[in-house]
């Protein structure tokens, strides 16, 4: 198995490479990585996915039925609804091109949501035609929280640095180290 200290622009070099020498090498490359990877034909049905894909969605794909992602239902980082034909991975098939930089989440059967970056890049062949396309899957969650936390630190000591109630700004600058560690575990 391909740890996940590969950047996903690595594994998206390694998935191009197999690619070019095979849809029965490409998936063998795919399946042995740690991190969650599928490809969809030039349409967008999903037509392979790593064992990663079902931990990650908290569900089996079905190939040939699904269409642009394996994850059961998607929203923006904001919270609202993104439909499957408006996600990157069709965005990517559909204009040709990788989409980098977007983050979304996405929610499982049972209820949980995970936030993620995607990384989708069509496949083309020799001709610059889209045969299909690969999508990567990193799990930013406890990233993004322990961000979160650590701003909520920040705010905690900037209203404890204004306050003359001593007692107050004690509790806010204990508030702020407990905000800290929660970060720094979730980090670990």
């Known amino acids: 198995m391909t740890s996940l200290t590969a950047s996903p622009e690595e594994m998206v070099g390694m998935a191009r490479a197999a690619a070019r020498r095979g849809q029965d090498e490409l998936q063998a490359v795919l ?9 969809t ?3 967008g ?3 392979f996915y790593n064992n990663a894909c079902i ?3 908290g569900r089996t ?3 040939g039925e699904d269409r642009w992602c394996v994850t059961w239902k998607l929203y923006r980082e904001d919270g609202t609804f993104l439909a499957h034909e408006d996600c990157p ?22 209820g949980t949501r995970v936030m993620f970056t995607p990384y989708p890049t069509p496949l083309v062949d020799e001709d610059g035609e889209v045969r299909g396309a690969v999508n990567i899957l990193i799990d930013v969650t406890d990233h993004r929280q322990a961000g979160a936390l650590r701003a909520q630190a920040i705010r905690c000591r900037r209203l404890a640095l204004s306050l003359t109630d001593r007692q107050a700004a004690r ?3 204990l508030m702020a180290g407990e905000y ?4 720094r575990a979730l980090r670990s």
């Open 180 to 183: 800290d560690e929660k970060a």
């Open 61 to 63: 794909p079905a190939l």
């Open 31 to 39: 399946a042995g990585l740690t991190a969650p990877i599928y490809l």
């Open 55 to 57: 931990d990650f969605a």
């Open 41 to 43: 034909d030039a349409d």
């Open 89 to 110: 991975m069709a965005v990517a098939v559909k204009e040709k091109r990788e989409v980098r930089g977007a983050v979304a989440l996405a929610e499982r059967p049972d």
């Open 171 to 173: 509790t806010l600058m």
């Open 45 to 47: 049905w999903i037509t």
